[in-house]
T-cell receptor
Framework: GAVVSQHPSWVICKSGTSVKIECRSLDFQATTMFWYRQFPKQSLMLMATSNEGSKATYEQGVEKDKFLINHASLTLSTLTVTSAHPEDSSFYIC?????????????FGPGTRLTVL | KQEVTQIPAALSVPEGENLVLNCSFTDSAIYNLQWFRQDPGKGLTSLLLIQSSQREQTSGRLNASLDKSSGRSTLYIAASQPGDSATYLCAVPLTGANNLFFGTGTRLTVIP
């Protein structure tokens, strides 16, 4: 089956620093990747949708200048949390939808836990 | 806007019991419905996907049903095992939309 990886799996950083999270589709080409955020005891919330080679589409309330998304290739998307603050501490999950996969199937990564001190 | 609700929020059952998790959604114009499992601190694992034209899907001890007209889906787990302990999420995409609307999840604990 399709596999999506994320790196790192967890990261701890100081307030004010930037953190980059990678999302890779390992055995398929992903034209679309999605970034979700999950706060403790809450469900996942979509942050943004990125299509390879174009700008990401951000959901309402998500600051595009704070959460920089790059989808430069069909197998890699990155999410950079700029000038991170403690309130950005969360579980970030990406998913990918392939070129040949059915349009309704998203494959999820294992997630990245970000803790900002 | 689509709203997805899951009841109960938490459930604790003894091993071997059959159980039902519920998911309801407000907008019936869905493309499909997916059930996911999430272990603590982990990503999502897709369990079952039901197309909007289907009534149910089965995988092993899991059976998911879908009633679009009433905006409901159920996930039935037979002969529960401690390894089934996890949070179960349902999610629906609206027709023509990219993203999934997730429910709030049901945290299941199966007691040995």
């Amino acid at each position: 089956g399709a596999v999506v990886s994320q790196h790192p799996s967890w990261v701890i950083c100081k307030s004010g620093t930037s953190v980059k999270i990678e999302c890779r589709s390992l055995d398929f080409q992903a034209t679309t990747m999605f970034w979700y955020r999950q706060f403790p005891k809450q469900s996942l919330m979509l942050m943004a949708t990125s299509n390879e080679g174009s700008k990401a589409t951000y959901e309402q309330g998500v600051e595009k200048d704070k959460f920089l998304i790059n989808h430069a290739s069909l197998t890699l998307s990155t999410l950079t949390v700029t000038s991170a603050h403690p309130e950005d501490s969360s579980f970030y999950i990406c998913s990918a939808r392939g070129t040949s996969a059915r349009t309704d199937t998203q494959y999820f990564g294992p997630g990245t836990r970000l803790t900002v001190l | 806007k689509q709203e997805v609700t899951q009841i109960p929020a938490a459930l604790s059952v003894p091993e071997g019991e059959n159980l039902v998790l519920n998911c309801s959604f407000t907008d019936s114009a869905i493309y499909n419905l997916q059930w996911f499992r999430q272990d603590p601190g982990k990503g999502l694992t897709s369990l079952l996907l039901i197309q909007s034209s289907q009534r149910e899907q089965t995988s092993g001890r899991l059976n998911a049903s879908l009633d679009k007209s009433s905006g409901r889906s159920t996930l039935y787990i037979a002969a529960s095992q401690p390894g089934d302990s996890a949070t179960y999420l349902c999610a629906v995409p609206l027709t023509g939309a990219n993203n999934l609307f997730f429910g709030t999840g049901t945290r299941l604990t199966v007691i040995p």
